[in-house]
């Protein structure tokens, strides 16, 4: 009687302890390498308890795979870059709402999905890097005059398989229709003074060796290299101040459809866009935070204040396709 009854009890503590055990964590799928992410989990789990497991791979593979394992997935969050990127997973149907007045409160509308799917996080800005030896700031004004003959031989650009540049320009065509940006892109293209690079590193690199003028990067890549070597004869230009401003893109985070702890991972998501974790997640990464309350890194200030293009980031996704479409038609490779 004594024994079994011990049994029981022993049981029923397994039990609540499992199901503890499976509330106090919260499994993220993310794009994002560990070294960017561990510092902003760690600090999560030492403030709450909850641990955070997480997996890094490339964001295709990593979409497929909680398409793939559907209901069973142990996936809670999606983290990734562009809200291109964010769009796709929407687009899959491997999200739901995250349904957080926090958020909503934390994180401008811009920076997330119109039907609440995901949430940017950080935020960084594609804008024009350009030679301190060859290029006067006051020739440059916009994106758009990059096309124009001055800028013949001068420009250097990263492959158009690239999604921020694909949501660049989808943001374009949002804003002048297909026809302009098409013609805007082909001016690019006949403006460049080499091959089209594999990464952003490798254009602000041809800009400060003098192998182009002017180049197109997001800003975190800048902030890098710009701290390996002080040096460098390279600085970014924050184009049409005079217009609709910087085209800004982010990193961000969505639930997904079958989350096993929506509750736990919402939480998170709710910590990851409140002060302590933006501090953290976006200076690490020489990023903005998405949070406008909080202030950016050091470092991130130096490089100036700039107006940003308040355009709804998602259009980057809505109009991916037909941007795809359009710089293979210009040309752009
Ligand atoms: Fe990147």
Redesign the pocket.
Known sequence: MQASKGILAALALATVSGALQAADEVVVYSSRIDELIKPVFDAYTRETGVRVKFITDKEAPLMARIKAEGENTPADLLLT??AGNLWQAEQMGILQPLGSAVVKQNIPSQYRSSNDAWTGLSL?ARTIVYSTERVDPAELSTYEALADDEWEGRLCLRTSKKV?NQSLTATLIETHGAEKTEEIVRGWVDNLATDVFA??NAVIQAVDAGLCDVGLV?T??YGRLHKADPQLKARLFWPNQQDRGVHVNLSGIGLTRHAPHPEAARQLVEWMTGEQAQSIFAGTNQEYPANPAVQPSEEVAAWGEFKADTIPVEVAGKRQAEAIMLMDRAGWR
């Open positions: 870059v562009d960084r921020y990464d952003d997001n975190y890549y």
